[in-house]
């Protein structure tokens, strides 16, 4: 049960250290019997609104995912989270698009296209002029929430972030009044934070990639990611990265921001307990935090393919979690497991249209459509001008007035699905669905959270 608790303690670091060993522990001592389709009916029919699962609950539907995938259990379970997802959301979902802002990053995760030690991607990194540019596009485009995203800069985030999301802020509430700031980049502290928010920021995503800390440190071995950062934006000597992207959103949090949170499906061995660990994660600060949490965007990145086929580690890492074949599923439980308005599950355009809209219709309210992930991705680059290139791009690895846009686009931090957001709003309206601002989700939802959390 979540029940409030005083919020103005910082929640131990015990807490989350053995998160991932709580959340193995309880997957793991979950027992499976012939009675599976009848125990998630019940689970299901018990379900508590207010509460959501129990954490039991929980890691008993996660076991349909893999070990126990009773077809009839799983259809129960999308059933319900579709029924849930209609009365929370009715047909409404809010669509979002990342903007980044450089590929130059001083970490080295095994995963990403983007890590300091991939030589054969190209870099870049554009100016204000371009984030404004492309700001004006997408928000004629029709978006209303936008991400800046990049790679671990620390320059960047110590002289140019604040200017960025002021000027992204402007842009875009001149074409939608409604329009939201959300940053995905290395964790920050409070203070960092609420001096973003001066500047228009709303909203802190931060993926924890895994709970289990050994493995954490494998994939994530050097940089502002493994050691974290200090007030002047610094890498911390001897600093320990896994915890303090742990406690991104509850710094986040207590910096009035709206958070996301989530792990790279299938990283782990066991995906389930580290699905179940932002899941307990969640609850905490829904319970500690009580009356000054907003909904919590639950993400769901997968390990795709990068776009220098020469260096992804993805094959050669044994990798084989199947996210496609998961992931309405996933979203489902995650939507299950937490109370009614807490969770805005978040699909992403990681994995194929059908598979998006899929996972929308049973459990998201928030999604990406449009996706370029290169820096200058959605501007239209002219190859002939080389004026407008050098204003647009403030660093390369090529020649910025010999920049193309094949060039920009071929600098993606790995490979995607992409669909223009015309296209993508019009396979939701063929669905029965329409989109909103996430404004608007808030806007409305906050006069239906139920008081106190689940107490
Ligand atoms: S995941 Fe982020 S921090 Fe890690 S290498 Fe890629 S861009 Fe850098």
Known sequence: MITPTAFTEAIPDEFYQSLYQTSEHIFTGIKIDNRI???VCQLLDERDPAHGLSVEGTALLLHLVRSSPSPEAKAAV????????????GQKVATMVPIEVTSYCASTCKFCGWRADNTDMVRLA????AIREQASILANYGFSHFEIAGGDDLNFLRNDLKNLIAALKEETVKVNPDSRVSICLVPMHEQQYALLKEYGLDCVLTWQETYNEDLFNYHIPSGPKAWGIDLDYRITKGGNGFLERLKSQEKAIRAGLQVGMGVMIGLADIAEADILSVIIHGRQLLKHYYGQVQPLIIGMPTWNPITTKNTDNRIAHGFNFDAADNFEMLSAIYLLAFPDQYAW???NCRVGLNVQLESIETASCFTSTEVRIAPGGYLNIDDSNPDEKERMFARSTVAQKNLTKEQVLSGEQFTHYYHTH??????????GLHVVSDQSLLMEMRGKIPSPVGG
């Open 37 to 39: 389709v009848e125990r």
């Open 78 to 89: 999308i059933e319900a989270a579709r029924k849930i997802r209609g009365n929370i959301f």
């Open 126 to 129: 554009i100016t204000e002029v």
């Open 345 to 347: 599950v978040f699909s």
């Open 422 to 431: 015309n296209d993508f709003v019009n396979q939701l309206v063929s669905r």
